[in-house]
C-alpha cells in the first residue's frame, strides 16, 4: 500500500508565497506521473499541473508564471512551489500520483488527503 501526504499549507497574505511537498510513502512502488489539483466549495477539483517521472511540468493558465513543479523521485516527494498568491489560489490542494506497484505490476492512481491554502486579501 501506498500513502501521499501533502504538508505546508498554511496562511498567507496576497502576493506572500507558500511551499507544499508531498510525500510518498510504502514499499516496492515507483511514482510515475504526478500532480497537483485544487478544490474549493461547491466546485470541482481542478488540475493545477503536473509532472512527469522525467521532470517534464505542465500548468494550468491560471497559475503558469507563478508556481514551479518539481520532484525529487529518490525522496519520492513532489514540490509545488506557489508566488505571487492570490485570494482566488485559496483551495485545499491535493497531491496525485499515478504509481506502479511491483509486487502487481498494476499502477494505481493515489490520492492525498489534502492541505488549506488559504490567501488573504
Known amino acids: 500500500q501506498v500513502q501521499l501526504v501533502e504538508s505546508g499549507g498554511g496562511l498567507v497574505q496576497t502576493g506572500g508565497s507558500l511551499r507544499l511537498s508531498c510525500a510518498a510513502s510504502g514499499r516496492a512502488f515507483r511514482m510515475n506521473d504526478m500532480g497537483w489539483y485544487r478544490q474549493t466549495p461547491g466546485k470541482e477539483r481542478e488540475l493545477v499541473g503536473t509532472?512527469?517521472?522525467?521532470?517534464?511540468?505542465n500548468y494550468a493558465d491560471s497559475v503558469k508564471g507563478r508556481f514551479t513543479i518539481s520532484r525529487d523521485n529518490a525522496e519520492n516527494t513532489m514540490y509545488l512551489q506557489m508566488n505571487s498568491l492570490k485570494p482566488e489560489d485559496t483551495a485545499v490542494y491535493y497531491c496525485?500520483?499515478?504509481?506502479?506497484?511491483?509486487?502487481?505490476?498494476?499502477?494505481?492512481?493515489?490520492w492525498g488527503p489534502g492541505t488549506q491554502v488559504t490567501v488573504s486579501s
Open positions: 496525485n500520483a499515478a504509481v506502479y506497484l511491483y509486487i502487481s505490476g498494476r499502477t494505481r492512481d493515489y
Open positions: 509532472i512527469s517521472s522525467g521532470g517534464i511540468s
